[in-house]
């Protein structure tokens, strides 16, 4: 969109502008209910990260808004930059428009230029399928009644909070153990525990000690007056010792008086799979909560080079040529090519499943001949999931 007479943008907030960037979110995110997005949401809506905050103005005042939090993960011993995508709104009365359109693609050229090689968007709506973002990934839900959890024995827990600059750097160093993990600084790590929020719920972050050492952490959504779960307390984030994170979520279940607990978990962690198993647990496959897109295949396939090297050999994955087509919208077909031979996906959201659909309906599930096979060995790659990073 060019600017015109009627709209400004897109571009960034100034300073003084920030306030009323959280004023239209809250009006269109908590219109109605009490909460604050700025208050929720501070590592996006920070006057020290403004570049982060695309906006389209109208007479001065802004009118529409898309949020982009760039984060380095750790995936299987890869490093890789998402953009993660939220408080995406525009103001009712300039609804119809193509704002929010307009933003989102100023999101992605503004997430492809700081080298994001995925974006993970917390919602799906048109907006972003249309865009070549859907729902993709495979990750585990397990559901424990409260009477089947582990006692806590031996073990004490500690809130973890934004005061706590000691506790909150030894529950930083159990993440460090983790295969599948964010690169968080402390600070940000603190300013993320001081929303006591979490993938959009109240939520509280504790740490567990056995014998007086740290050995692991959990981050959990608390139960709420809504029908679905009002008697559940959720694990979205965990790190260390499996057994001591379901027995320190048995404690904040009682206490909580939740009926049940539900860990969301990575489909890799066999060990929380095992123990979930012994314990009865009902277990359930879920996609990403929300959409993803890929932004830029060449960066996808070089940032996970050394783990496509360990499952294919280093001279194969040498060996194999990838090249994409891209519109506006983003991916439109892949080929990866060995040799003389080629294997070619077209469509975006095709493309996505082959990276990162696990399931048989990947199209590398019933592609032909030898690069085909190896492909299968050498995808999917991992997803993170939100954490206390969802915006």
Same mark, same amino acid.
């Given at each position: ?103 989102? $693609? ?31 990934? !495979? ?45 968080? $600084? ?29 050995? #692991? ?33 048995? #404690? ?9 607990? *539900?860990?969301?978990?990575?489909? *890799? ?7 979930? #198993? ?17 932004? $830029? ?28 087509? !891209?519109?506006?919208?983003?991916? *439109? ?43 299968? *060995? ?14």
């Amino acid at each position: 969109m060019e600017a015109s007479k009627e709209f400004d943008g897109p571009t960034t907030p100034t300073a003084e502008q920030l306030p009323a960037v959280v004023e239209l979110a809250n009006r269109v995110f908590r219109s109605g209910r009490s909460g604050d997005m700025g208050r929720e949401y501070p590592t996006l809506f920070r006057p020290d990260g403004l570049e982060q905050m695309r906006i389209v103005l109208h007479k001065g005042r802004p009118v529409s808004h898309v949020g982009v939090v760039l984060g380095d993960v750790s995936l299987l011993g890869c490093s890789t930059r998402v953009a993660s995508i939220g408080a995406v709104c525009t103001d009712e009365a300039f609804r119809g428009r193509g704002l929010g359109g307009t933003l989102m $693609d100023d999101a992605v050229r503004h997430a492809c230029k700081q080298g994001a090689a995925v974006m993970l968007i917390s919602g799906g709506r048109s907006l972003y399928t249309r865009r070549g973002a859907y729902s993709v990934g !495979a990750f585990a839900r397990y559901t424990f009644a409260a009477d089947a959890l582990p006692t806590m024995d031996g073990l004490s827990l500690d809130p973890v909070t934004a005061d706590g600059v000691a506790i909150a750097g030894e529950a930083l160093r159990l993440f460090e153990g983790e295969p599948i993990r964010y690169h968080r $600084d402390i600070e940000d790590y603190r300013t993320q525990l001081g929303s006591r929020n979490l993938v959009n719920r109240p939520g509280e972050t504790v740490l567990v000690r056995r014998g007086g050492r740290p050995s #692991a952490v959990l981050s959990v959504n608390l139960p709420l007056c809504v029908p679905q779960q009002k008697d559940v307390l959720i694990v979205q984030e965990l790190a260390g010792s499996r057994p001591d994170v379901l027995a320190a979520a048995g #404690a904040l279940t009682a206490r909580n008086h939740a009926a049940s607990l *539900q860990v969301e978990a990575y489909a *890799q962690d066999l060990t929380l799979a095992s123990l979930a #198993a012994e314990a009865g647990a009902k277990a359930h496959s879920t996609a990403f909560p929300g959409t993803v897109k890929i932004l $830029d295949v060449a960066t996808l396939w070089q940032d996970f080079w050394p783990l496509l090297a360990e499952r294919i050999g280093p001279a194969t994955a040498r060996s194999i040529d990838v090249s994409f087509q !891209a519109d506006d919208f983003g991916v *439109q077909s892949v080929e990866i090519r060995r040799g003389s031979e080629a294997v070619k996906i077209e469509g975006a959201k095709e493309a996505l499943s082959a990276f990162f659909d696990p399931s048989d309906t990947s199209p590398l599930a019933t592609a032909q001949g030898p690069l085909a096979e190896l492909l299968r *060995q050498a995808l999917p790659l991992p997803l993170p999931m939100y954490g206390l990073n969802y915006v």
